[in-house]
């Protein structure tokens, strides 16, 4: 949580704000939190989806 209201209040990305998180950098590394903040990720399956619903 003050990962993320850090980054709500502008101060920082959330990526940033995580790895300086003790409770998240204990459990994920730098290279995975950037991994899980990637857009590329949460998109993956965007374009089957648009053209599952006759969007594309």
Same mark, same amino acid.
């Given at each position: 949580q003050r990962a993320a209201m850090k980054t709500?209040?502008?101060e920082g990305t959330f990526a940033e704000? /995580? =790895?300086r998180e003790p409770?998240?950098? /204990? =459990?994920l590394s730098p290279a995975e939190i @950037? &991994?899980?903040c990637s857009l @590329?990720? &949460?998109l993956k399956h965007v374009d /089957?989806?648009? =053209?599952a619903l006759g969007l594309d």
């Open positions: 709500w209040k502008g704000n /995580a =790895k409770e998240i950098v /204990a =459990k @950037d &991994h899980l @590329d990720i &949460h /089957a989806t648009f =053209k």
